[in-house]
Nanobody, 119 residues
Protein backbone atom coordinates (compact mmCIF):
# COMPACT_ATOMS: atom_id res chain seq x y z
CA UNK A 1 0.00 0.00 0.00
CA UNK A 2 1.13 3.52 -0.81
CA UNK A 3 0.03 6.88 0.54
CA UNK A 4 0.78 10.18 -1.18
CA UNK A 5 0.86 13.58 0.47
CA UNK A 6 1.05 16.67 -1.72
CA UNK A 7 2.28 20.15 -0.93
CA UNK A 8 3.42 23.27 -2.73
CA UNK A 9 0.31 24.52 -4.46
CA UNK A 10 -0.57 28.17 -4.45
CA UNK A 11 -0.92 31.39 -6.38
CA UNK A 12 1.78 32.67 -8.71
CA UNK A 13 1.99 35.33 -11.39
CA UNK A 14 2.42 34.45 -15.05
CA UNK A 15 6.05 33.85 -15.85
CA UNK A 16 6.80 32.75 -12.33
CA UNK A 17 7.80 29.38 -10.93
CA UNK A 18 6.37 26.94 -8.46
CA UNK A 19 7.41 23.53 -7.16
CA UNK A 20 5.03 20.80 -6.13
CA UNK A 21 6.12 18.01 -3.82
CA UNK A 22 4.63 14.59 -3.24
CA UNK A 23 5.88 12.48 -0.35
CA UNK A 24 5.24 8.76 -0.63
CA UNK A 25 4.95 6.38 2.27
CA UNK A 26 4.17 2.71 2.66
CA UNK A 27 5.47 0.12 0.24
CA UNK A 28 7.91 2.44 -1.51
CA UNK A 29 9.87 -0.31 -3.24
CA UNK A 30 6.72 -1.44 -5.04
CA UNK A 31 6.33 1.85 -6.95
CA UNK A 32 6.99 1.46 -10.65
CA UNK A 33 6.21 5.00 -11.77
CA UNK A 34 5.01 8.31 -10.41
CA UNK A 35 3.50 11.28 -12.14
CA UNK A 36 1.35 14.36 -12.07
CA UNK A 37 -2.10 14.85 -13.51
CA UNK A 38 -3.97 18.12 -13.66
CA UNK A 39 -7.65 18.85 -13.97
CA UNK A 40 -9.10 22.25 -14.75
CA UNK A 41 -12.83 23.06 -14.75
CA UNK A 42 -14.43 22.24 -18.09
CA UNK A 43 -11.38 20.36 -19.30
CA UNK A 44 -10.38 16.71 -19.36
CA UNK A 45 -7.88 15.40 -16.87
CA UNK A 46 -4.41 15.56 -18.38
CA UNK A 47 -1.25 13.63 -17.61
CA UNK A 48 1.34 16.36 -17.23
CA UNK A 49 4.47 14.34 -16.53
CA UNK A 50 5.62 10.94 -15.38
CA UNK A 51 8.81 9.27 -14.25
CA UNK A 52 9.61 5.58 -13.91
CA UNK A 53 11.69 3.89 -11.26
CA UNK A 54 14.46 3.75 -13.86
CA UNK A 55 14.37 7.51 -14.37
CA UNK A 56 12.59 7.66 -17.72
CA UNK A 57 10.53 10.85 -18.00
CA UNK A 58 7.66 11.90 -20.23
CA UNK A 59 5.87 15.22 -20.58
CA UNK A 60 2.74 16.55 -22.14
CA UNK A 61 3.44 18.75 -25.15
CA UNK A 62 1.86 21.69 -23.37
CA UNK A 63 4.52 21.71 -20.65
CA UNK A 64 7.65 20.50 -22.44
CA UNK A 65 10.57 22.80 -21.82
CA UNK A 66 8.85 24.44 -18.86
CA UNK A 67 8.14 21.66 -16.34
CA UNK A 68 10.57 19.15 -14.86
CA UNK A 69 9.63 16.02 -12.95
CA UNK A 70 12.12 14.42 -10.60
CA UNK A 71 12.40 12.05 -7.66
CA UNK A 72 14.51 12.07 -4.54
CA UNK A 73 14.68 8.43 -3.54
CA UNK A 74 16.30 9.22 -0.20
CA UNK A 75 13.28 11.32 0.74
CA UNK A 76 10.73 9.16 -1.09
CA UNK A 77 9.50 12.35 -2.69
CA UNK A 78 8.44 13.31 -6.21
CA UNK A 79 8.70 16.88 -7.44
CA UNK A 80 7.24 18.89 -10.25
CA UNK A 81 9.19 22.06 -10.96
CA UNK A 82 7.08 24.44 -12.99
CA UNK A 83 8.76 27.36 -14.73
CA UNK A 84 7.41 30.06 -17.04
CA UNK A 85 3.92 29.45 -15.75
CA UNK A 86 0.96 30.52 -17.84
CA UNK A 87 -2.65 31.21 -16.84
CA UNK A 88 -3.68 28.09 -18.75
CA UNK A 89 -1.63 26.02 -16.30
CA UNK A 90 -4.21 26.81 -13.64
CA UNK A 91 -5.66 23.53 -12.38
CA UNK A 92 -5.77 21.09 -9.52
CA UNK A 93 -2.64 18.98 -9.71
CA UNK A 94 -2.70 15.39 -8.50
CA UNK A 95 0.29 13.28 -7.60
CA UNK A 96 -0.03 9.66 -8.71
CA UNK A 97 1.84 6.42 -8.24
CA UNK A 98 1.62 3.05 -9.92
CA UNK A 99 2.79 0.05 -7.96
CA UNK A 100 2.93 -3.72 -8.20
CA UNK A 101 2.88 -6.03 -5.21
CA UNK A 102 4.02 -9.09 -7.13
CA UNK A 103 0.46 -10.10 -7.91
CA UNK A 104 -1.43 -7.10 -9.26
CA UNK A 105 -1.09 -3.44 -10.20
CA UNK A 106 -2.50 -0.64 -8.07
CA UNK A 107 -2.88 3.09 -8.64
CA UNK A 108 -2.68 5.69 -5.90
CA UNK A 109 -3.63 9.36 -5.84
CA UNK A 110 -2.69 12.34 -3.74
CA UNK A 111 -5.30 14.72 -2.40
CA UNK A 112 -4.70 17.38 -5.05
CA UNK A 113 -3.04 20.78 -4.94
CA UNK A 114 -4.55 23.93 -6.43
CA UNK A 115 -2.24 25.89 -8.70
CA UNK A 116 -3.49 29.28 -9.83
CA UNK A 117 -1.54 31.41 -12.29
CA UNK A 118 -2.61 35.03 -12.58
CA UNK A 119 -2.07 37.16 -15.66
Amino acid sequence: QVQLAESGGGLVQAGGSLRLSCAASGSISSIYAMGWYRHAPGKQRELVASITSGGTTNYADSVKGRFTISRDNAKNTEYLKMNSLKPEDTAVYYCTAKSHNGIAWSDYWGQGAQVTVSS
